[in-house]
């Protein structure tokens, strides 16, 4: 799948690892009316890595990462409108390790199975995280979301301003401690591993690698990453509803990812820029074309681009350097 | 005296209920079994994972509605039209796409296919919009239709009747027909198939559309309990997968049992415990899945 990240793989940072930061920076000081979505792109880049750790390193398929995700974004808002926890790194901390609970709990369950079940079961626990959400109203707020989610200034400094600068700040400062985080994890022996089992989980297990263990650590990690990234996502929009539970932001951050590229570590960062950016100009003048139009991407992408965009840029760096040399 | 009335009184009204859960189960049941049946055949046979298969049950839906209203068409006929277009529909997509991801990853035929329901929402809100589809019964298949002092939905009454006779031939095809023995060979093993001089690229096909058409059938069958909106492919998913994990993949039997056990289950829950939603489907199958997890029916790997 990819040449790029592996133990043989040179672990320095090149200078296009840069690009990213340097993008974000910029956009903080060239696009302040864009900040609120910017700080959207942020979380869902949070989220989509913690999925790329499971599906583009470890193989795992699944169609309810959301299950994750919206959990963290409910404790988070349950912990502020309902019970009066307003500082936001308790919300944070709680919501990792909520979400990574459930991770722990689930991924026990959905790694001993292979195929079809182990697809069903991860769609059925995110439906059952969405139907507890819909009818337990006194706790969620049901269809109608939870709304009067009020956010502590951060370190009791840094108030959440209606611009968003400070969310902005505040989701760019995390994502960059959770790229750093699986930066170093990729290209360690864990990662390594990883790879392996994607790749022949029967030659890993024949020399004795831990496999269930190795897949059960990853899963609970990316939960724990999901679910922070579900509170990022409460804590800048200040509600939470039930959009972020379920199958279609399941599959919404699968196209993202897909977009982008599997397993390339960045695919997870190009995917939500392009398709939030995307969305926010198309999808609210032609919502019918927009559904239409990622639904002809993913089945383009499957077809034809099998790396996503970063796949397709790396091809024609590869032919314009083989025609330069 | 008085207190035996009401206790008399009472059990009338839980039993007419039970008759009454237990019908309309069986309804749905059928109904489940008649759209679920193709994907368990189809995944079981080639290995694909087709998440898009609620899209042709809604097509079919989609097919029936504009039949009816539109074209005239007598309701029969309508059904047949739903099967036969859907079928030929789904020949076109196999022969494009589905033909050139066998035997690719499965993460690749899982984002082929929800690419599919994406693009089949969008191009059903463009043409009929948001809401759902009302269906025009025809005035023979309206009223009741009393049985044993009770009363029962016509419409339901012949649905239960129409899938069985279609699940009847169904079988028959399977199990005595050289086709119907042909598919199970290529599902017990392919490659050997195959090898015997089976074609399992056209048998493919073939069942293909006709897991299809039924999925089409299904849903235009289907259309006045689960109703025809631009969500149907995503909302109903989760049941057609239910079904077919749950009953085991390359079996008749197996989703047969699961689609009645769910359509039984789902109508109870929704008519004494509303305020649980579909919940206990959930549980139920999370907890079938770890006992069995290849299904009640399924080949054990």
């Excluded at chain 1, 994607?198 to 609970?220: C, F, Q």
């Excluded at chain 2, 239910?242 to 689609?259: D, K, T």
Aim: aromatic share 12%.
């Amino acid at each position: 799948m990819s040449e790029h990240v592996g133990y043989n793989a040179n672990p320095r940072l090149r200078w296009t690892e840069s690009l990213p930061w340097l993008v974000a920076g910029l956009a903080f000081f060239l696009l302040p009316e864009y900040l609120s979505l910017g700080a959207r792109i942020l979380t869902f880049i949070l989220f989509a890595l913690s999925l790329d750790l499971i599906i583009g390193y470890a193989g795992i398929i699944t169609l309810g990462h959301a299950a994750f995700f919206g959990l963290g974004a409910y404790v988070t808002g349950i912990m502020s409108a309902k019970l009066g926890f307003h500082d936001p790194i308790v919300q944070l901390l709680t919501s990792g390790v909520v979400a990574g609970l459930l991770g722990l709990a689930t991924g026990a369950i959905i790694l001993r199975m292979h195929g079809l079940t182990q697809l069903m079961l991860t769609l059925a626990i995110a439906a059952l995280c969405l139907e507890v959400a819909n009818k337990a109203t006194p706790i969620t707020g049901g269809a109608d979301g939870l709304s009067g989610v009020v956010i502590a200034p951060i370190f009791g400094l840094f108030a959440f301003d209606m611009f968003g600068k400070t969310a902005y700040l505040w989701c760019l400062f995390l994502l960059f401690i959770a790229w750093w985080l699986v930066r170093r994890l990729i290209y360690a022996p864990f990662g390594v591993s990883l790879t392996g089992i994607r790749e022949n989980s029967l030659r890993m297990h024949a020399i004795g690698a831990p496999v269930d263990a190795r897949l059960r650590k990853v899963y609970t990690l990316s939960a724990v990453m999901a679910g922070m990234a579900g509170a990022l996502l409460t804590q800048t929009n200040q509600f939470v509803g039930l959009n972020v539970l379920g199958f279609e932001p399941s599959g919404e951050l699968l196209v993202m990812l897909i977009l982008g590229g599997v397993g390339r570590l960045y695919g997870a960062f190009v995917g939500p820029l392009v398709f939030l950016v995307a969305q926010d100009f198309l999808a609210k003048k032609f919502p019918e074309y927009w559904y239409f139009g990622i639904g002809l991407m993913l089945v383009l992408v499957v077809l034809f681009a099998r790396g996503g965009i970063l796949g397709l840029i790396d091809g024609w760096v590869a032919r314009f350097k083989g025609k330069t040399t | 005296m008085c207190g035996e009335l009401a206790f008399v009184f009472y059990m009338e009204a839980f039993l007419s209920s039970l008759v009454s859960v237990a019908f309309h189960g069986v309804a749905y049941g059928m109904i489940l079994y008649v759209i679920s049946v193709g994907l368990s055949v189809t995944m079981g046979l080639m290995g694909f994972t087709n998440l898009a298969h609620g899209v042709f049950a809604m097509a079919g839906g989609y097919v029936l509605v504009t039949a009816l209203s539109q074209w005239d068409v007598p309701f029969p006929l309508a059904l047949l039209l739903a099967f036969v277009l859907v079928a030929l529909a789904s020949v076109v997509l196999e022969r494009l796409l589905y033909s050139r991801l066998y035997g690719a990853v499965e993460l690749e035929q899982v984002l082929l296919t929800i690419g599919l329901i994406f693009m089949s929402v969008a191009v059903a809100r463009l043409i009929f919009g948001t809401l759902q589809q009302p269906v025009v019964l025809p005035e023979y298949l309206k009223g009741q239709f009393s049985l044993l002092g009770r009363d029962f939905p016509a419409y339901r009454v012949f649905l239960i009747l129409f899938s069985a006779s279609i699940i009847a031939t169904l079988w028959f095809g399977v199990e005595r027909t050289i086709w119907g023995a042909k598919v199970r060979a290529a599902v017990d093993n392919r490659a050997m198939a195959q090898s015997i001089g089976i074609n399992t690229r056209r048998l493919f096909a073939i069942t293909f559309a006709v897991g299809s058409g039924l999925a089409g059938l299904g849903g235009a069958l289907g259309a006045e309990i689960v109703a025809i909106q631009p969500t149907y492919p995503f909302e109903q998913l989760v049941y057609f997968l239910i079904v077919v994990s749950v009953g085991g993949l390359g079996s008749l039997r197996g989703p047969f049992v699961a689609a009645l056990l769910i359509g039984i289950t789902d109508t109870a829950c929704k008519y004494w415990l509303p305020q649980f939603g579909a919940f206990f489907i959930y549980i139920a199958t999370i907890g079938l899945l770890l006992w069995r997890p290849s299904g009640l029916f399924g080949k054990r790997t």
